[in-house]
């Protein structure tokens, strides 16, 4: 079945730092590929998306790449915010592109950034 | 536009008892996913609705656990006899439609917790 594999945390930055988390994934299809955050006590909330291979999805400073021959979607920043301290989940869609909901997600990855 | 919304965001439960956690979709959303959390995990698929029927629900628990989202109300995702595993933060997240490049859209959760 589909998977996503995240690089493991917790990642700690000084602030304006450049910041990669890696994720890597397995799918028998074509999905596409998500980057949500999550800040404490709160929901997920979408960062950025990419819908086919060499796609850059971007937002708030942050993008990611979808790279069909290394299956990876690693995101990136080039110079982190205290405020961006959260967890970030990779995520893929159903391999049949039939509904964007249904999510296999990474184990998620904890960034703090100190100022 | 108001985003999905859960209740309770809290829920405390003794053990056999029943926890019912209801999430009402964005206006307009007419597809609705359920979610678990464990702690220091990713989430993890559980059931996907539209009104009236259940379409997927691979990844639900085969006892005790059951999902529907009625004609009218909020979808409800109901957990008989918990058990101290059963402690976790629930998501909903909704879809205007199955296909198509639309995202789906987190509410905050329910955060279960069983004594």
């Known amino acids: 079945g589909d998977s996503v594999t995240q690089m493991e945390g917790p990642v700690t930055l000084s602030e304006e730092a450049f910041l990669t988390i890696n994720c890597t994934y397995t799918?028998?299809?074509?999905?596409?590929l998500f980057w949500y955050v999550q800040y404490p006590g709160e929901g997920l909330q979408l960062l950025l998306k990419?819908?086919?291979?060499?796609d850059k999805g971007s937002n708030k400073g942050f993008e990611a790449t979808y790279r069909k021959e290394t299956t990876s979607f690693h995101l990136e920043k080039g110079s982190v915010q205290v405020s961006d301290s959260a967890v970030y989940f990779c995520?893929?869609?159903?391999?049949?592109?039939?509904?964007?909901?249904?999510?296999?997600f990474g184990q998620g990855t904890i960034l703090t950034v100190h100022p | 536009n108001a985003g999905v919304m859960q209740n309770p965001r809290h829920l405390v439960r003794r053990r056999g008892q029943e926890a019912r956690l209801r999430c009402s979709p964005m206006?307009?959303?007419?597809?609705v996913y359920w979610y678990r959390q464990l702690p220091e995990e990713g989430l993890k698929f559980m059931v996907y609705?539209?009104?009236?029927?259940?379409?997927?629900e691979s990844g639900m628990p085969k006892e005790r656990f059951s999902a529907e989202f009625p004609k009218e109300g909020p979808s409800i995702l109901r957990i008989q006899q918990v058990v101290r595993g059963d402690s976790a933060a629930y998501f909903c997240?909704?879809?205007?439609?199955?296909?198509?490049?639309?995202?789906?859209?987190f509410g905050q959760g329910t955060r279960l917790t069983v004594v």
């Open positions: 206006k307009g959303h007419s597809h």
């Open positions: 995520a893929l869609s159903d391999s049949d592109g039939t509904s964007y909901g249904k999510l296999t």
């Open positions: 990419a819908t086919k291979a060499d």
């Open positions: 609705l539209q009104k009236e029927n259940i379409i997927d």
């Open positions: 799918a028998t299809g074509y999905p596409s």
């Open positions: 997240a909704s879809s205007p439609l199955r296909t198509g490049q639309t995202e789906a859209f």
